[in-house]
């Protein structure tokens, strides 16, 4: 069985910043890409950003320049550092990961997602 558990998510001013950590757990034999999708109330679930196991990183338009993925790949650990943050930020944050199981077996996975709100 695997977990994504995501921490770091809270409540911030405009233009401060903060660090999200999303750890998989569990029967993994390998996990691609790994990255982070949100939803605001009203809106739905879009793409923040990801990295593949390679390197290779993509963003929303939205955050490039303020948001960056980082991974621990021996600790299956994917980070998203997002600075200047701005009210429209205001979200559930979700860790998202792509995870071949011990048993060969690729599925999706989700984290139960943790809030970011900005607010002055």
């Known amino acids: 069985q695997v977990q994504l558990v995501e921490s770091g998510g809270g409540l911030v001013q405009p233009g401060g910043s903060l660090r999200l950590s999303c750890a998989a757990s569990?029967?993994?034999?390998?996990?691609?890409?790994m990255g982070w999708y949100r939803q605001a109330p009203g809106k739905q679930r879009e793409l923040v950003g990801a990295?593949?196991?390679?390197?290779?990183?993509n963003y929303a338009d939205s955050v490039k320049g303020r948001f960056t993925i980082s991974r621990d790949n021996a600790k299956n650990t994917v980070y998203l550092q997002m600075n200047n943050l701005k009210p429209e930020d205001t979200a559930v944050y979700y860790c998202?990961?792509?995870?071949?199981?011990?048993?060969?077996?690729?599925?999706?996975?989700w984290g139960r997602g943790t809030q970011v709100t900005v607010s002055s």
């Open positions: 990295r593949t196991y390679g390197g290779s990183t």
């Open positions: 998202n990961a792509f995870i071949m199981d011990q048993v060969r077996i690729s599925r999706e996975y």
């Open positions: 569990g029967s993994i034999f390998s996990i691609n890409r």
